[in-house]
């Protein structure tokens, strides 16, 4: 992996009384049960990432699982109890309080649940607030608020205030205000929870576009999984602080690492998040295929075609056939039927 811009080495985060009991050479020295009966939460618990420049990074797991804590932690606003979190090779730990500040008013963009506007301010105010935290000039900030509304498709609403705007456009304001400073890293915790379905998708469109524009790095935390495989490089999967299994969609469904991840993706939308290449077979000798799909189309896009063929499609990468797909292998895969010897 390159050089990451963002690792957590062995993190944990304790919560109740004196939790450096149960350290051991700076690291969780205790088994859950123990932690239980001392009275003391692991809200994180000896957690390893390292996240390349560029990569959209999905931390997931259900309330309480410590996705929030792992990504305060990330962010420098709340020190581990053990551990290390490394921003561009540099421990956050040596770092003085003034130099942390300075990390995350110019290098870190951070978007809430709740939207988190300041009322009485009008979207453009909003906007520009963290300019004026900087210190930048009025002229400076408008301009650069003004360019940021117009990324998220707010133009002409520079002078309403938040309760003036639907939910959906509150959240484009925080979006807008988050990429103000122009981050490197991305926060961005749970941002679509309060919104309604039909809405939540267009905002995760609007993740997608503004990731194909600006290339940050983005830590993204939900509780939906259909969510993450559709934004995520990468998904984390937490259940009580510890990660469970770290991968793209598709190794999280097709080889889910333990019991809970498999709980967890059972129900993912395959078609959608499987590629050719990992469900494909080896091909047939001397197979006659009906047509051709690239290895890295997802089902969704050839299923139809596949259903209806009699004959295996050719999967190929560079004009060369690496397998075949036929129509019985991608039902069984989309079904999560196990095949002997076969991806699912
Ligand atoms: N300041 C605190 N003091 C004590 N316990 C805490 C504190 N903050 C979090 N916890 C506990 O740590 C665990 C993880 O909490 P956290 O908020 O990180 O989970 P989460 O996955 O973000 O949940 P949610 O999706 O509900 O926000 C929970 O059991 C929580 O009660």
């Not at 309480?64 to 109890?81: C, D, F, M």
């Not at 609403?157 to 400073?181: K, M, T, W």
């Not at 495989?229 to 937490?238: E, L, S, V």
């Not at 895969?333 to 095949?339: A, K, N, S, T």
């Amino acid at each position: 992996m390159a050089h990451p811009i963002l690792a957590a080495r062995e993190v944990s985060k304790l919560y109740g009384p004196k939790p450096e009991r149960f350290l051991r050479d700076g690291r969780l020295a205790a088994t859950p049960a123990e932690l239980s009966a001392a009275g003391i939460t692991a809200a994180v618990a000896d957690v390893s990432i390292e996240i390349p420049r560029g990569e959209t990074f999905v931390i997931m797991g259900l309330s309480g699982s410590g996705k929030s804590t792992l990504v305060r932690i990330l962010a420098g606003l709340t020190p581990p109890t053990a551990g290390a979190v490394l921003f561009e090779g540099r421990d956050l730990k040596t770092l003085s309080e003034a130099e942390l500040i300075a990390i995350r008013r110019h290098q870190m963009g951070m978007v809430f649940q709740h939207f988190a506007l300041l009322p009485h301010l009008t979207v453009l105010g909003n906007v520009a607030f963290p300019l004026d935290v900087q210190g930048r000039s009025k002229a400076e900030r408008d301009a650069r608020a003004r360019e940021m509304i117009a990324l998220v498709g707010l133009e002409g609403r520079e002078d309403r205030f938040p309760r003036e705007l639907s939910g959906g456009q509150q959240q484009r304001v925080g979006i807008a205000r988050s990429l103000a400073v122009g981050p490197d890293l991305w926060f961005l915790d749970e941002p679509f929870s309060a919104l309604d379905p039909l809405i939540r998708r267009e905002m995760q469109d609007e993740v997608l576009r503004l990731q194909g524009l600006l290339k940050k790095t983005i830590v993204f935390i939900t509780h939906d999984f259909d969510e993450a495989a559709r934004i995520a490089d990468r998904i984390a999967i937490m259940k009580d602080g510890v990660v469970e299994q770290i991968g793209s969609a598709e190794e999280l469904v097709l080889a889910p690492a333990t019991p809970y991840v498999r709980a967890f993706t059972r129900d993912a939308p395959r078609a959608k998040i499987l590629t050719a290449k990992a469900v494909m077979t080896a091909p047939p000798a001397g197979a006659d295929f009906a047509g051709e799909v690239a290895a890295t189309d997802r089902i969704a896009a050839f299923a139809h075609d596949v259903e209806r063929s009699e004959k295996p499609f050719a999967v190929v990468e560079d004009g060369r056939v690496l397998g075949a797909i036929d129509r019985v292998a991608m039902i069984d895969v989309l079904v999560g039927r196990e095949r002997p010897g076969g991806a699912a």
